[in-house]
């Protein structure tokens, strides 16, 4: 892990994620990731996320297990300090993967700056521990059944049939992954909470390639702690 004085680039998600694109474009077909632009381009045009609550509102309660089938509830994470939430899709994501590897190096800070981070997926607890324990991550992996929190941050979409005809090209099983047959995803958003619930900082972006900056979280929370 990093120090909790050292530098964090601005672009560091985004460089890895433009790496990233360029090794898709070597190993998949043109046309799958054509596809799959156009997809991701239909998603954002559907409004996808846009009823997420905003800065200023009270993020909305919740308790759900972690990857050790722990409870854990936001009531509780508020009473240590600040909460940083991220929702994100799965582990089979590579946008996901990143992130949440990102967010670990910067953890430390996080921790420093009064913070808690948890991260919250539909998928099934198993899966979440998998994804934990392969990643190394140090915060709470928690796992949203049938997307009913993420439900009530305003981010729950249906994945269009030819996004999850691409989707199982790759491999993917979302009945497998999150345990029901829903075919639901969590646009990925991250909400900055100062300790009284309330949101002070929110990232939401239907563009599932698009993604918070660990920077962009370390600024948020300074800014809060000049502001509290």
């Given at each position: 892990m990093s120090s909790t004085n050292a530098p964090i680039a601005d672009h560091l998600l985004a460089d890895r994620v433009a790496a990233f694109h360029t090794e898709l474009a070597k190993q998949a077909p043109a046309e799958v990731v054509r596809a799959l632009v156009s997809e991701i381009d239909g998603v954002v045009r559907s409004g996808a996320g846009a009823k997420a609550p905003r800065v200023g509102d009270t993020a909305p309660s919740f308790t759900l297990p972690d990857a050790q089938g722990k409870q854990v509830s936001l009531d509780s994470l508020l009473k240590e300090g600040r909460v940083v939430i991220a929702f994100y899709r799965g582990q089979w994501c590579p946008y996901c993967d990143l992130q949440l590897r990102a967010y670990q190096e910067v953890l430390p800070r996080i921790k420093a700056l009064?913070?808690?981070?948890?991260?919250?997926?539909?998928?099934?607890?198993?899966?979440?521990?998998?994804?934990?324990?392969?990643?190394?991550?140090e915060f709470r992996v928690l796992s949203d059944a049938g997307?009913?929190?993420?439900?009530?941050?305003?981010l729950v979409w249906k994945v269009p049939a030819g996004l999850d005809a691409i989707q199982k090209g790759f491999g993917i099983n979302l009945a497998k992954s999150n345990g029901d047959a829903s075919n639901e995803l969590p646009v990925p958003g991250t909400f900055v909470l100062g300790a009284d619930g309330r949101i002070a900082f929110s990232y939401v972006n239907a563009d599932w390639r698009e993604r918070l900056e660990p920077a962009g979280i370390i600024r948020a929370l300074e800014r809060l702690g000049r502001d509290e």
């Open positions: 009064g913070a808690n981070l948890v991260a919250i997926s539909p998928q099934t607890p198993d899966e979440s521990l998998s994804t934990a324990e392969k990643r190394k991550l997307n009913k929190v993420a439900r009530g941050y305003g």
